[in-house]
């Protein structure tokens, strides 16, 4: 892995950032609707959706440091575009040689919500908790119009606006899920240790508390009806 500094640029509109030269892998991931089973609310709307096409909903650039290191990246539920096919990783984890390898290295990079809706509910990451739930995460907006859905484990819950020029500080062991409730792409920056992992699991049993959907031509913070305690 290279370890002299480097740079590269976010081009905007859009959120991509430039391939830059040097052995660092720039990962892209894609999530279609078909990997948000059971996710949104309006169940007969998803599977209208779906019938008219398996539409990318977001995408992820991430400049994963740890991965070119002899560690573990998270891997499960993912789709990873490998020459122009997209691929479902199902192994939980790749090869471990050293537990440890990614304290000190940042993930990084750009995470991008395309504009749309799934009934009345904004298109959406899937959101997860970091599985060593002690880790924190930064993103910074670049672009489009949103919102930070949060919660924890022991149920206090928040939901912060995201705009252009906005930084948004996710504390250790709060869950977060991006939602776009603009008209164009929703892109964030976003920064986080490299030994943090994901827990999607906890996010797909249980759903958040909080939804996000469009309510007379506004976008509006509502209970979830299927949210369920983890007691
Ligand atoms: C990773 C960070 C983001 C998300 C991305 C997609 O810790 O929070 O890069 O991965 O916004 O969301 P999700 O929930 O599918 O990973
Ligand atoms: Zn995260």
Redesign the pocket.
């Known amino acids: 892995m290279r370890s002299t500094p480097f740079t590269f640029d976010i081009s905007l509109p859009g959120g991509v950032p430039t391939v830059y030269d040097g052995t660092d892998v720039l990962i892209r991931?894609v999530?279609p609707l078909s990997a948000m089973g059971g996710q949104y609310a309006d169940q007969e709307a998803y599977e209208a959706l779906l019938a008219q096409g398996d539409t990318i909903l977001?995408e992820?650039y991430?400049m994963r440091r740890p991965q070119v290191a002899d560690g573990y990246i998270e891997v499960a539920d993912e789709y990873i575009e490998v020459a122009d096919e997209y691929i479902e990783v199902t192994d939980e984890y790749i090869e471990v040689a050293d537990e440890h390898v990614g304290l000190g290295e940042l993930?990084h990079?750009t995470?991008i919500?395309h504009p749309g809706k799934v009934g009345d509910e904004y298109f959406m990451?899937?959101?997860?908790f970091?599985s060593v739930l002690d880790t924190a995460?930064v993103?910074y907006v670049l672009q489009g119009r949103g919102m930070m859905v949060m919660e924890t484990p022991e149920e206090e819950w928040a939901v912060e606006e995201l705009r252009p020029g906005r930084v948004l500080y996710?504390p250790p062991r709060w869950a977060?899920?991006?939602v776009n409730t603009g008209q164009e792409d929703l892109v964030?920056l976003?920064v986080?240790p490299g030994h943090?992992g994901?827990d999607?699991g906890t996010i797909e049993t249980r759903g958040f508390r909080k939804l996000v959907v469009e309510r007379d031509g506004q976008p509006t913070v509502v209970d979830n009806p299927r949210w369920r305690s983890q007691e």
């Open positions: 991931i999530r977001y992820v991430e993930l990079g995470s919500v990451t899937k959101g997860h970091h995460e993103y996710v977060h899920r991006s964030t976003f986080y943090a994901h999607y």
